[in-house]
């Protein structure tokens, strides 16, 4: 690391340090999902349709609102990556920021994914998490993360001057690709920021930097989301396996996962509010 050069404290330093922390978007001030209404679907639903992504490789999928679908691990422990887009328009994507914002560094069963601006709603509620046990560790590190961004070619390029054509970025434009039948580097803009699934990080405590650790997700584990909105949906076998150690290779082991999606029985949603896009005027600041 080069020197860096660290100015004298002010006298008053120490004050300055010892500012309150306060949470920026208190949970308090959402509207929380009805999960007893998702525990009640949940009973009912019935399988309709499952894919496998193959390691090192993306395929999309489509849900319909007010279905569930879960994503598995099978055969051995294995990260995902996923995005989510509004079905009848790919402008309105999952916002990882402003998702970590709103809820925190990881999420879990309750937590929703947020749409990007202008629309800003929830994609997805999070109705259901195995390994929601893991909780936060001696590390810091929790599962599900919405901290990074996918690994891609471009980046490996800068870092280690080589390719590698089977990045998640990569992965997920190919599966974009297949679904809309166009070319990878036509859809690559529409690849944007994921959720980690079963990912295990958290920051270094020394130098906060961004860590990685063996994901302890195991075959039969599964995180499941509540469709609020007509969802297409692309998910990448993240060429990391279990991201213990490597990505962006072919070094690691890696596993298949699957997605499973369900239909409920409809009259259990019947008190469901469905979520519209943000009623924010646009107008920014200019006259009416
Ligand atoms: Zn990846």
């Known amino acids: 690391m080069p020197s860096k050069i660290i100015p004298?404290?002010?006298?008053?330093?120490a004050l300055r340090r010892a500012a309150k922390p306060t949470i920026v978007y208190p949970a308090s001030t959402m509207p929380r999902p009805d999960m007893a209404v998702l525990e009640s679907a949940r009973h009912t639903m019935v399988k309709i349709h499952e894919v496998v992504v193959?390691?090192?490789?993306a395929r999309a999928f489509r849900v319909s609102r007010g279905q569930l679908f879960r994503i598995v691990s099978i055969e051995g422990p294995q990260v995902g990556d996923l995005n989510l887009w509004n079905a009848d328009d790919l402008s309105e994507r999952f916002f990882s920021g402003k998702t970590r914002a709103l809820h925190a560094t990881h999420v879990g069963a309750g937590d929703r994914l947020w749409s990007s601006m202008p629309y800003l709603r929830p994609m997805v509620t999070i109705s259901h998490d195995t390994l929601s046990w893991y909780g936060w560790d001696s590390d810091g590190a929790g599962i599900h993360d919405v901290i990074g961004t996918r690994c891609d070619p471009y980046t490996n390029l800068l870092l280690s001057g080589t390719g590698y054509d089977f990045c998640c970025h990569s992965n997920l434009s190919r599966a974009l690709a297949a679904e809309l039948k166009v070319e990878p580097c036509g859809v690559e803009h529409h690849i944007h920021d994921v959720l980690n699934v079963f990912m295990c990080t958290g920051f270094t405590k020394d130098t906060h930097q961004y860590f990685m650790k063996a994901s302890p997700v195991r075959p039969g584990d599964f995180i499941e989301f509540f469709a609020e909105i007509n969802l297409l949906g692309a998910l990448?076998?993240?060429?990391?396996?279990?991201?213990?150690a490597?990505?962006?290779s072919d070094v690691a082991a890696c596993y298949p996962l699957k997605i499973e999606i369900f239909e409920p029985d409809r009259t259990t949603l019947g008190t469901w509010t469905w979520p519209?896009?943000?009623e924010y005027h646009r107008r920014h600041g200019t006259p009416a």
Do not use: I, K, Q, Y
């Not at 193959?54 to 490789?57: A, H, T």
């Open 54 to 57: 193959p390691p090192r490789n």
């Open 8 to 13: 004298p404290a002010p006298a008053d330093a």
């Open 246 to 248: 490597t990505h962006s």
């Open 236 to 244: 990448s076998a993240c060429p990391g396996g279990d991201c213990s």
């Open 276 to 278: 519209s896009p943000s």
